[in-house]
């Protein structure tokens, strides 16, 4: 299978369990009903969840956000989630998730994507600068609640 057998759609609730497993795979262990919960969350046109589908066999998904900027007149994109099924990684799903963003992305107008990676995930990493990401404009800081 090459990225070409993959269809792009909308998630949906049906798609919870699925999810579900895969962001569980991914370390991020979560139920259906607590993705479920999430995707009503990001039901709009700004804050789309999508799933490549082969088959009816859901093997990834992006959650992405269009968040306008205060400090210029235009957005940007944030990934939020991005979660390949490990078994089909390396054939492409991650690369055209990446190219739905950036579609997104050019279709608000946006003036850049963004996407966080842990250094633990150096397969991640390598994708992401393979795309032409720069990880030299890091200015991170969190602080927990």
């Not at 082969?54 to 269009?66: K, Q, W, Y």
């Amino acid at each position: 299978m090459i990225e070409t057998d993959v269809t792009l759609r909308l998630a949906t609730i049906a798609d919870a369990q699925r999810i579900a497993a895969l962001f569980t795979e991914e370390g991020y262990p979560a139920g259906a009903s607590a993705v479920e919960t999430r995707l009503a969350r990001f039901d709009g046109p700004d804050s789309p969840v999508i799933v490549a589908d082969h088959d009816g066999e859901i093997l990834g998904f992006i959650a992405v956000h269009v968040v306008p900027r205060f400090e210029h007149d235009d957005s940007f994109v944030r990934i939020v989630a991005l979660v390949v099924d490990a078994a089909v990684r390396d054939r492409g799903i991650g690369r055209v998730l990446m190219a739905e963003a950036e579609r997104i992305g050019r279709e608000r107008s946006a003036a850049f994507v963004e996407i966080t990676a842990g250094h633990h995930r150096p397969a991640a990493r390598h994708l992401y600068d393979s795309l032409g990401y720069d990880a030299n404009l890091t200015a991170y800081l969190r602080k927990r609640l």
